[in-house]
């Protein structure tokens, strides 16, 4: 959608509220580098859907992940049999539902009845295309998980980096200066000692060039060395730049940098647009957003038409 001589309303108070609407899907890109040494860097990428469900059983705000892609390992499909292997048993989680709390942080895995029936044949497939002790091991790990419904939800908290980035507690009050501070954990920092990520959180107050919200995130790890003054702190950093839709407010596209110790980490997800649409077409915002009056609203003239990345950039 060309935006250029139109106005973008944000109703510009401290607080974000999802309002993604029920069965509405997004079609999402994601690349995760994992960097330990620059030659050493490997890249995974891969495309999933995300669809908004009806509440859960008890209420609970419920998302459907589905891969839509194969996973890519430096721009090829997996080739060494470790990594064939558990892509191949990993499809037994897909499509992924998931709880999460009023705030869209990540809670637990919803659909693990579906995943135990689905198993049968995900194992079957693996025992027609695999053989060797290698096989028996992982096949015999991956029943005692998926068992215990704790020990899925613990495994995606622990190891899942679109779920840790793309589902934060983000959808909460800012305070009078449009910030807040949360303690969060990622992946790459599982040191005992550590408590995780001291991150300040600022939204804009309103929208950007091309019409989104702003979500900045600038976090440096702290430990339990830290909080004790004793020797034995870790150092790491995190920083997280989020695009929301100004209307919807589901995210647009996230980059975001993690560092602990010698250990970086990128991850990027990129909203891509259904065929025939810009990922704009639906930003121009009602004139009276539920509970806010229009006296309160900030107004932002559009910008001329340019593509994602070069509005992401300002260019």
Known sequence: MDISNKKIYYSGVNALRLEWPVDLSAHYGVVITFNEREENANEVKY???VT?????NAGQPLFQIERISDVFINEISPDLIADKLAYALGKVFYPLVIAVDYNGGFQSVYNHDEILKRWQLVKQKVLDNFEGHLVEDYICRMEKQLSNPDQITLAFYNNDWFIHTFFKPVYKEYGPNYATESLFKFPIARDFIVEGYLTQEKISSE???????????????MSVADEMAIAGSKEGNYEGYYLLHPKFKRILSVVSDFSYEQKKVKVKITLIPEKGQEFDHDFELDRHVKGVPVTEMVIIDGYTKKKFWNRILNK
Do not use: D, M, Q, Y
């Open 207 to 221: 929208t950007n060039h091309f019409g989104a919200i702003e979500l900045t995130h600038n976090g440096k790890v």
């Open 47 to 49: 495309e999933l859907r």
């Open 52 to 56: 908004r469900l009806k509440p859960g």
